[in-house]
Structures are given as structure tokens and as C-alpha cells.
T-cell receptor, first 114, second 112 residues
Framework: ETGVTQTPRHLVMGMTNKKSLKCEQHLGHNAMYWYKQSAKKPLELMFVYSLEERVENNSVPSRFSPECPNSSHLFLHLHTLQPEDSALYLC?????????????FGNGTRLTVT | QKEVEQNSGPLSVPEGAIASLNCTYSDRGSQSFFWYRQYSGKSPELIMFIYSNGDKEDGRFTAQLNKASQYVSLLIRDSQPSDSATYLCAVPSYSSASKIIFGSGTRLSIRP
């Protein structure tokens, strides 16, 4: 099993759809992250969970709803998205969620909103 | 001022030469710094991290940190075509250590 697995790899959805992105880590880490990567923009931190508790919510619109049922799984629920939400969504995990704990990324979900 | 700033490039370096990538950050309290490499269409992968002022070497890679100048750099010696990628500098926020901020990345191209 690879360290951090994201599904699906690609997703096309209409603005009225509801879908979910899934992330699973097999590294025994305690913190999980969602980042958004758009063309020509830096990676944007969306949410951070540490020991299943949300510790960061970086002014993300409510049409994005995270869920962390346990330290190995992270979801991003999507509804009524806008075309500008099309991007690569990256999940990451780290051992402790502190500043000396590097991130390990999944392969990402390429999202297209039509 | 951006929290983490990098030149976007592209930076073109001949094969075998030294590639020098730079990053400045605004949070004076930040304690640790990471360099990630991202190939086109792939996710970022960690290549170096540094906590102390000075140099840290790992194979062909050297990270240099100067906290007084709020500056961190990455040197790649004996550059290879496989080093062609975007290099991302990442800095955890001092006020919230789980909040890791990325620069926009420098695109590096190694020409044969």
C-alpha cells in the first residue's frame, strides 16, 4: 500500500452535484491536511486535522466540508461548486502536525467543475 | 508581502552545473523549513528540511538557512536532467505550527 492514497484520481462534476473526495494514509500519522493547487498559484491550505480534531480552517467556503472519522481517513465533501473550484486537491499527512513534521502527499484528485 | 516568496523562474541551468534556488519568508518566528520537488502532473515530494542556521547537506542537495535574513536556499550540485521540476519552499507558521505555507515554486530546467 502506498503511504497516502486518494480517490478518485479524476472527477468531473456539475455545479449542482454532490461528491466526496477520499484520502487514506497507511503511515501511522496523527495529522491530515487538505490543500488546493490551482494553476500558477501556490498550494493553498484548506483544512488540518490533528488526532481527528480540526485545528485549521483556512477561510474555506462552506461548499467544501471536511470529515475526519479517524486518524487514517479524511474526506472532503463537495456541493454546489463553482467553475473556479476546478483544481488539483491534495491530501497530506504528517506524524505529529507540528512544525518539525514534514508532509507526505497523496497523488491528488484532479477536479473539473462544469 | 507574501508569507513565502520564491522566484517563479524558469531557471535554466546546464547539466553538471550548480542550481541555486532561493526562498524568503515573512514570519520571523518560523523554526523549520522544507523543500519539496514536484514533477509535472505529480504530487510534491520532500527532498530536504532544515531547522538550524547554516548548511545541511544530503547527497547532491544542500539547504542553507539564515534566520536573521529570513532566507532559505537550496543548492543542487552536478545538476541532472532528472532534476528538472518545480521546487517548492514550505514554512510552518510560528503562531500555528500545523499551518504550513508554501511558496509558489521555482521551475527548474536542466539543459543537456
Amino acid at each position: 500500500e502506498t503511504g497516502v492514497t486518494q480517490t478518485p484520481r479524476h472527477l468531473v462534476m456539475g455545479m449542482t452535484n454532490k461528491k466526496s473526495l477520499k484520502c487514506e494514509q497507511h503511515l501511522g500519522h496523527n495529522a491530515m491536511y487538505w490543500y488546493k493547487q490551482s494553476a500558477k498559484k501556490p498550494l493553498e491550505l484548506m483544512f488540518v486535522y490533528s488526532l481527528e480534531e480540526r485545528v485549521e480552517n483556512n477561510s474555506v467556503p462552506s461548499r467544501f466540508s471536511p470529515e475526519c472519522p479517524n486518524s487514517s481517513h479524511l474526506f472532503l465533501h463537495l456541493h454546489t461548486l463553482q467553475p473556479e473550484d476546478s483544481a488539483l486537491y491534495l491530501c497530506a499527512s504528517s506524524l505529529t502536525g507540528t512544525d518539525n513534521s514534514p508532509l507526505h502527499f497523496g497523488n491528488g484528485t484532479r477536479l473539473t467543475v462544469t | 508581502q507574501k508569507e513565502v516568496e520564491q522566484n517563479s523562474g524558469p531557471l535554466s541551468v546546464p547539466e553538471g552545473a550548480i542550481a541555486s534556488l532561493n526562498c524568503t519568508y515573512s514570519d520571523r518566528g518560523s523554526q523549520s523549513f522544507f523543500w519539496y520537488r514536484q514533477y509535472s502532473g505529480k504530487s510534491p515530494e520532500l527532498i530536504m528540511f532544515i531547522y538550524s542556521n547554516g548548511d545541511k547537506e544530503d547527497g547532491r542537495f544542500t539547504a542553507q538557512l539564515n534566520k536573521a535574513s529570513q532566507y532559505v536556499s537550496l543548492l543542487i550540485r552536478d545538476s541532472q536532467p532528472s532534476d528538472s521540476a518545480t521546487y517548492l519552499c514550505a514554512v510552518p507558521s510560528y503562531s500555528s505550527a500545523s499551518k504550513i505555507i508554501f511558496g509558489s515554486g521555482t521551475r527548474l530546467s536542466i539543459r543537456p
